[in-house]
């Protein structure tokens, strides 16, 4: 018996790292036009954010439903594995109510644990990633989710927007709500933090922007994990790759890109960086 890790596309994972960890990812749902299409399968992003912009309405986003978790799971639980499930803030998704209500729908005695990780893309992407790679040492399904409970404070993500638009009109914009309205030509940098976005700083332009997620993220060396996550402009996140890449070693900085579910709030031009401190 092993313990496997899922998680939801809200993660940003890729799928070759998925993969390889043997990490199952439970999409969530975006509705173009009045089409539903399955984040991270139906749509390539770059079509997704080519309708974004150009589309008459904002796409709109839900939780993966109770009856795709309970069809993830059983498959797992079919092959005599345990599971940890770890999710997408649930101030910004009911997925982790959709995941609980799966568990409960198996049985009270279903060896699952949810953990509501209070982050999203990037950071959930190194969250998770780690839980799978600690998955083979731990002995339970328990032992895992309590050291991923203690550890989520480790992580913390920072992501510079070129505007709040999207995040307004998509409802997510939490404590940065207090920017709106003031933002001309400025570039905001948002965190979150008690599983919900808040505001930081108003860079003037994309530069100081840039600047100042690196700044911030080596405040928090040293690390053990580095991520960045862009939208639609892959140099930028090559960037701050390289102006990173001297904090942890290459196989513990990760790349991935906001994939349909967040690019829906986050729009287009927009980037970020995790770190998961070290112990």
Do not use: C
């Amino acid at each position: 018996m092993a313990v496997r890790v899922v998680t939801d596309s809200t993660s940003d994972l890729p799928p070759a790292l998925a993969e390889e960890l043997n990490i199952t990812v439970v999409p969530a749902n975006v509705v173009i036009d009045d089409v539903t299409y399955r984040d991270g399968i139906d749509m390539t992003s770059d079509e997704f954010y080519q309708r974004l912009v150009n589309g008459p309405r904002l796409p709109t986003t839900s939780q993966p439903s109770v009856g795709t978790f309970q069809a993830a799971y059983q498959e797992i639980l079919d092959q005599g594995d345990e599971i940890v499930s770890i999710h997408v803030s649930g101030k910004l998704s009911g997925t982790v109510n959709s995941a609980e209500q799966a568990r409960a729908s198996i049985g009270a005695d279903a060896p699952v644990e949810v953990v509501d990780s209070g982050g999203a893309s990037i950071a959930l992407a190194l969250i998770v990633a780690a839980a799978a790679e600690a998955a083979g040492d731990s002995s339970s399904r328990q032992e895992l989710a309590d050291q991923v409970r203690r550890d989520l404070p480790r992580t913390s993500a920072t992501f510079a927007l070129d505007t709040l638009e999207y995040l307004q009109k998509g409802g997510r914009i939490g404590k940065a709500q207090a920017f709106v309205g003031s933002l001309l030509s400025v570039k905001p940098i948002l965190t979150l933090a008690d599983g919900e976005v808040h505001p930081l700083e108003r860079p003037r332009n994309h530069q100081r922007a840039m600047r100042r997620l690196v700044e911030m993220t080596r405040e928090k060396a040293p690390a053990a994990r580095v991520g960045v996550v862009y939208s639609t402009d892959e140099q930028w996140a090559a960037e701050l790759r390289a102006s990173l890449s001297d904090l942890v070693p290459e196989d513990k900085i990760m790349t991935v890109r906001f994939g349909p579910a967040l690019g829906t709030y986050v729009g287009p031009r927009a980037v970020g960086v995790a770190v998961t401190s070290a112990q």
